[in-house]
């Protein structure tokens, strides 16, 4: 079946230690996204790419990298720079205009 | 700047009540409207897609209508269950992107059902 996967579904971040977030879909689709949810702030945009090799910022950029090597992935890096990472991650891809958005299971980050 | 919004933000119903979820929109310029499910802890769940020349769509007990000129959407659940229960969100694809993206949420609106 097509769709989005997201790994690990839990993720324990030391302070001052990078770590990356897995995404990966089979769904052909040219565009990927990445979201931050906390509680009562709905869903905030990280980053965002609709070719491979291309990414551009959303409003919470600081803190994050992406790359995005193959179409099928678009790994996040949330970096020590990020001071506030604990929240639920979700990565979603779409087709074109459109087509509705397709999302994972996400990926739950805490600070210990 | 297009802001989307749910009301209510919280929603408790017997189980068997049909009920309705708001979503309005500020601006009329969109693609298409989305509806999805969130249970706690978990993903976004697609339930029902509307393209701007769309009225409605339907799947199952899931009805959702859209009226693009005054900037509404409503979802209509019938003969609700407890596996209802969940947060509901709206969201609008516009034609543009930028550092939003070109998906806009609402806050969503948080669905109880009692047996």
């Known amino acids: 079946d097509g769709g989005i996967t997201q790994s690990p579904k839990y993720l324990f971040r030391k302070e001052g230690q990078n770590v990356t977030l897995s995404c990966e879909q089979n769904l052909n689709h040219d565009a990927m996204y990445w979201y931050r949810q906390d509680p009562g702030q709905g869903l905030r945009l990280i980053y965002y790419?609709?070719?491979?090799?291309?990414?551009q910022k959303g409003d919470i950029a600081e803190g994050y990298s992406v790359s995005r090597e193959k179409k099928e992935s678009f790994p996040l890096t949330v970096t020590s720079a990020q001071k506030n990472p604990t929240a639920f991650y979700l990565c979603?891809?779409?087709?074109?205009?459109?087509?509705?958005?397709?999302f994972g299971s996400g990926t739950r980050l805490t600070v210990v | 700047k297009q802001e989307v919004t749910q009301i209510p933000a919280a929603l408790s119903v017997p189980e068997g009540e049909n009920l309705v979820l708001n979503c309005s929109f500020t601006?009329?310029?969109?693609?298409?409207l989305q509806w999805f499910r969130q249970d706690p802890g978990k993903g976004l769940t697609s339930l029902l897609l509307?393209?701007?020349?769309?009225r409605e769509q339907t799947s199952g007990r899931l009805n959702a209508s859209l009226d693009k000129s005054s900037g509404r959407s409503t979802l209509y659940i019938a003969a609700s269950q407890p596996g209802d229960s969940a947060t509901y969100l709206c969201?609008?694809?516009?034609?543009?992107?930028?550092?939003?993206?070109?998906?806009?949420f609402g806050k969503g609106t948080k669905l109880s059902v009692k047996p």
């Open positions: 979603a891809s779409s087709w074109d205009g459109r087509d509705g958005y397709t």
């Open positions: 601006d009329s310029a969109i693609y298409n």
């Open positions: 790419s609709q070719i491979v090799n291309d990414f």
């Open positions: 969201a609008v694809r516009l034609p543009y992107g930028g550092s939003q993206g070109n998906l806009i």
């Open positions: 509307i393209q701007s020349s769309q």
